[in-house]
């Protein structure tokens, strides 16, 4: 069990990898009609960046029957020049069928926690447009707190767009690991 985890009432899902049989649940996942209104871009594909770049991955949500529901992905993205200063930013997309049920706030808790368990860094963010109130509210029952609001941040479908961020900290859900020593490093994650 993961050191950092806790009761939170939130309905249990897995996070595991991704393989080879899962093409069509990531086609699904990625089409414009499951990521909808606010998470969906029409950029040119060399246009869009490599989660890999940024020490990024994704990982499949499935119930504890091993029903798939979604996704979740996530990179590093630094706050200074050193190394101990590395936050992870996350994402996710639930499958329509599988929403409004806590599933994405325990899927995006549990990859906080797994960042957190298995890294050096402090902070978890998680960023969502002005308009996603889905989002920003499965965020909240994840335990994240809300901190304001980064102004035209994001280029989508032909303007800039105002993001709302969370953070979850390593306090927030283990108050005595806040100031852990050990390697500066925030990475890698491996599955
Ligand atoms: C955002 C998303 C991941 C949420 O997944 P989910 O499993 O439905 O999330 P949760 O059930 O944990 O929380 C959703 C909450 O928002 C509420 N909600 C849903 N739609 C809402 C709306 N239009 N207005 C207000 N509240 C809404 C739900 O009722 C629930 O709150 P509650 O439990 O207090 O009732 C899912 O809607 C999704 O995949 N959207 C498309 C991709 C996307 O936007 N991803 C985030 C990009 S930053």
């Known amino acids: ?92 997309t639930v499958l329509p069928v599988f929403r409004g049920r806590g599933l994405g706030a325990s899927a995006q808790r549990r990859l906080a926690l797994e960042l957190l368990g298995r890294s050096h860094a402090n902070r978890v963010q998680a960023d969502t447009d002005i308009g996603n109130v889905a989002e920003q509210r499965s965020l909240q029952l994840a335990g994240f707190t809300r901190e304001g609001i980064a102004r035209g941040a994001q280029w989508r479908r032909g303007r800039w767009h105002d993001r709302v961020l969370y953070s979850l900290l390593r306090g927030d859900v283990a108050p005595d690991t806040s100031r852990l020593g050990g390697p500066v490093t925030g990475g890698p994650v491996t599955g």
């Open 1 to 92: 069990m993961n050191p950092l985890d806790e009761s939170t009432g939130l309905p249990p899902v897995r996070l595991r990898d991704v393989r080879g049989d899962d093409a069509e649940l990531l086609r699904g996942l990625n089409s414009p009609a499951v990521l909808g209104e606010w998470d969906h871009f029409d950029d040119p594909g060399d246009e869009m960046l490599s989660g890999a770049l940024y020490n990024g991955a994704t990982k499949i949500v499935e119930l504890p029957d091993g029903s798939a529901i979604g996704s979740v992905s996530w990179i590093q993205v630094p706050y200074g020049p050193n190394q101990r200063s590395l936050a992870w930013s996350i994402g996710i």
